[in-house]
């Protein structure tokens, strides 16, 4: 096998597997980092603690314009894969209800385990690396690709563009998306995805600090009408700029695309999902039955936190010690506000608050080893791609199963989609209880749902 020279650009997730990969097939690998160090995202994944992967896996937990491609990338690298790649080399997993962690609890051994592993296959690590151009060079007796940079001049065989997106970054960049544009690929509009969403209003600083379970469900109004998009149940946090939490960062991209075509876009908030209608219809005949004569208030207190009772009832304009008349029809408003509070959402919080980007380079215009497909020698992964997946250890999934197969091509390997699979320890199965307090429906036509089902093999 030829010792080819693989360059990398970008020290994130996928930037690393991909060079642990490449050089483990016998490449010599470099990788350029614009920062001081490199994976410094992965240290601020899960609160600090990583969720790496999700034994829960489904690549219909994921979303793009050309989903039918992903089960065959997570055939070659599964999390499985992740699994025994990370326990080989010394560091234990834990899990969480199907959520995977370090045993350690901490971010920094994720990266600490990958920087031995560059250490000991000598791949070469240039930081604070600013990328002036990348171009490829004609010279038949040179390499193929030339990068200029703040650190000099550079030379490869191949090379990979690893250069993440502009998702949790303070200073906004396009530059990784331009390199692949440079050499012939088109772009989907990189959009803001896991993040929060602001609201329409004037009482935010009156709900702030609320975290309670709900039932979120959002829709989106156009030319064609008003659709329900997608639904997630959980814990969210009220802001003083509108929604946060998880349920509320999975409905984020969809709220991107839709405010990106011009639509209006609401949510309906449900603060009781645990009734059924028929508990909710003797709830409602009980509370009107036994409030007369009583302040607005404390027929509510009982409920809702003392903060969301103030926000609903300068919504229904009463004040809190108007007294309750006998079918009081301020009453049932009240109450239909309770099961659903509409909150017309005006933005999502910046880039900069984004854990991922939605959007990127197509699927369509990579090979199933992820070389572009105008391009040979030049490789894409991570959210380079046009590839997000929802909360729960997903897109650091995406991030090794796409560095992996780009590293191991582009130094003339490859993985295997058909290979033996090693059973994950019993110890780490125990507890594997999958989340299904989420999403009655969804409906967009990039939704996951349109995944085919992953082969057995």
Same mark, same amino acid.
């Given at each position: 096998m030829k010792n080819y020279r693989v360059g990398i650009i970008g020290g994130g997730a996928s930037g690393i597997m991909a060079a642990v990969m490449a050089a483990s097939f016998g490449a010599i690998v470099t990788v350029l980092e614009k920062k001081e160090k490199i994976g410094k995202k992965i240290l601020v994944t899960g609160n600090g603690k990583c969720n790496l992967s999700n034994l829960s896996f489904s690549a219909r937990e994921y979303y793009s314009d050309n989903p039918e491609k992903l089960p065959d990338y997570f055939s070659k690298f599964s999390v499985e894969d992740t699994v025994h790649f990370f326990e080989g080399n010394g560091m234990l997993?834990?899990?969480?209800?199907?959520?995977?962690y370090p045993r350690s609890g901490q971010a920094i051994t994720v990266l600490h385990t990958l920087e031995q592993l560059l250490a000991s296959y000598k791949v070469r690590i240039v930081t604070e690396c600013e990328i002036f151009s990348v171009e490829q060079?004609?010279?038949?007796?040179? =390499?193929?690709?030339?990068?200029?940079?703040?650190?000099?001049?550079?030379?490869?065989?191949? @090379?990979? *563009?690893?250069? !993440?997106?502009p998702a949790g970054e303070k200073e906004f960049s396009m530059a990784g998306y331009q390199y692949a544009m440079h050499f012939g690929h088109t772009l989907l509009k990189p959009l803001p995805a896991l993040v929060q969403l602001k609201g329409q209003g004037n009482f935010f600083k009156t709900w702030a600090g609320v975290r309670c379970e709900a039932k979120i469900s959002l829709w989106k109004t156009n030319r064609q009408g008003t659709k329900l998009i997608q639904e997630e149940i959980g814990e969210i946090q009220l802001t003083d700029y509108g929604i946060s939490g998880i349920p509320v960062f999975q409905l984020s991209r969809h709220v991107s695309r839709a405010l990106e075509?011009?639509?209006?876009?609401?949510?309906?908030?449900?603060?009781?999902? =645990?009734?059924?209608?028929?508990? %909710?219809?003797?709830?409602?005949?009980?509370?009107? *039955?036994?409030?007369?004569g009583k302040g607005f208030a404390s027929c509510l207190e009982g409920i809702l936190p003392g903060k969301l009772v103030s926000v609903f009832l300068k919504y229904v304009q009463v004040k809190p010690d108007d007294k309750i008349a006998r079918q009081d029809k301020r009453l049932v408003k009240l109450l239909e @506000?309770? #099961?659903?509070? /509409?909150?017309?959402?005006?933005?999502?919080?910046?880039?900069?608050?984004? &854990?991922?980007?939605?959007?990127?380079?197509?699927?369509? &215009?990579?090979?199933?080893? @992820?070389?572009?497909?105008?391009?040979? !020698?030049?490789?894409?992964?991570?959210?380079? @791609?046009?590839?997000?997946?929802?909360?729960?250890?997903?897109? *650091?999934? %995406?991030?090794?199963?796409?560095?992996?197969?780009?590293?191991?091509?582009?130094?003339? !390997?490859?993985?295997?989609?058909?290979?033996?699979?090693? /059973?994950?320890?019993?110890? *780490?199965?125990?507890?594997?209880? #999958?989340?299904? #307090?989420?999403? /009655?429906? #969804?409906? =967009?036509?990039?939704?996951?749902?349109?995944?085919?089902?992953?082969?057995?093999?």
């Open positions: 997993l834990f899990n969480r209800g199907g959520y995977l060079n004609k010279r038949k007796d040179k =390499e193929k690709f030339h990068v200029q940079s703040s650190q000099g001049d550079f030379f490869f065989d191949r @090379l990979i *563009l690893s250069c !993440g997106s075509e011009n639509a209006k876009v609401k949510v309906i908030i449900d603060f009781l999902p =645990e009734f059924s209608e028929k508990e %909710w219809t003797a709830f409602v005949q009980a509370c009107q *039955l036994h409030a007369e @506000l309770i #099961r659903a509070f /509409p909150l017309a959402i005006s933005a999502t919080n910046p880039f900069q608050n984004a &854990q991922v980007c939605a959007g990127g380079i197509p699927l369509s &215009q990579v090979t199933q080893n @992820l070389e572009s497909n105008y391009t040979k !020698g030049l490789y894409l992964t991570g959210e380079m @791609l046009d590839v997000d997946g929802r909360c729960g250890g997903y897109n *650091l999934q %995406w991030a090794w199963t796409s560095g992996a197969i780009a590293g191991a091509s582009a130094a003339g !390997g490859k993985l295997f989609a058909e290979k033996e699979r090693i /059973p994950i320890r019993n110890s *780490l199965m125990e507890g594997n209880v #999958r989340d299904t #307090r989420r999403r /009655p429906g #969804r409906t =967009e036509s990039t939704n996951p749902a349109a995944v085919k089902k992953k082969k057995k093999h």
